[in-house]
């Protein structure tokens, strides 16, 4: 804006507002969302992200004000408004950055913490359960905020194998049961899912932040094991009656259980 070091010192004050937490949450906060963090994590950081840099618009309307009205009184040879001295770094910033970014981690992972690995349901395939050496295989597809079919039942101590077909045009998803999970899968793809030798029925999701609070889970419903806590009423009365056969699809079996192994054919 020209006018010399006090109107160039009065514009960079208000630049150097918080200039150490704005550049902390900036750099850290990208560098957190390219880690394998859990999705909510992502979502956070990235929205403090934004915050800060948003924040660069109002300081640069701020200073150009500045800059102007010490122009002026120069111009008008009048006493030049006090420009407060601003240190762009302190300790207090850099403890200030790292709270804010450590508040978005909390709140991502108290959003959905089976996700980050804080506080996971106890995995399906944990519970003690005698193998039967058997592998009941099915196939899903993911479909907008669906699973297709959207409950599968597997024996007790058959090792469950979930073949995902991800048929949405638009949205990547991806199938968590217990601690094992997909990547993500980008429409038009597959993926396949080893949830282990099954103990307990569990429900899975899509933990793609908001489309497990959308209803896009998919419950596994294993006969002769037991219900874990809080398994939807529902479901524990389906699971208490038995295996209930899924209508197959027409022109084809997906989504109809498939099992093999040694004692396969004695069922």
């Keep these: 804006m020209g006018g010399g070091p006090s109107v160039v ?7 150097d507002r918080f200039a150490g937490v704005r550049l902390i949450v900036i750099n850290a906060g990208l560098l957190l969302f ?28 701020g200073g150009a004000k500045a800059s102007a009205r010490m122009r002026r009184a120069l111009l008008a040879h009048e006493e030049p408004p006090e420009v407060p001295e601003r240190t762009p770094w302190s ?24 996700s980050a690995g804080v506080a996971p349901s ?23 905020m669906t699973f297709t079919p959207n409950r599968v039942v ?12 991800n048929e949405d045009p638009t949205t990547a998803h991806d199938l968590v049961i217990g601690d094992t999970r997909t990547a993500r899968i980008p429409p038009g793809q597959s993926a396949e899912l080893d949830a282990g030798v ?22 596994v419903v294993v006969e002769g094991g037991n219900p874990p806590r809080g398994f939807r009423a529902h ?12 209508p197959p699809e027409p022109g084809g079996s997906r989504g109809r259980p498939h099992r093999s192994g040694a004692g396969a054919a004695d069922r």
């Design 9 to 15: 010192r009065a514009g960079a004050a208000w630049f």
């Design 34 to 61: 390219l880690m394998p963090v859990a999705s909510w994590v992502k979502v956070t950081t990235s929205l403090v992200v934004l915050v800060a840099l948003a924040s660069f618009i109002p300081l640069l309307l």
């Design 91 to 114: 300790m207090n910033q850099a403890v200030a950055g790292v709270a804010v970014l450590v508040l978005a981690v909390t709140v991502g992972v108290a959003v959905d913490p089976a």
């Design 122 to 144: 106890t995995p399906a395939s944990s519970v003690a359960v005698a193998p039967t050496g058997n592998t009941t295989r099915v196939e899903v597809t993911a479909r907008g």
């Design 154 to 165: 597997v024996p007790a101590g058959d090792r469950l194998v979930v073949v995902v077909h």
């Design 198 to 219: 099954m103990g307990a029925s569990v429900e899975g999701y899509c933990s793609v932040p908001g489309h497990r609070q959308m209803g896009m889970t998919l419950q």
């Design 235 to 246: 479901h524990r009365r389906a699971f208490q009656r038995g295996r209930a056969a899924d």
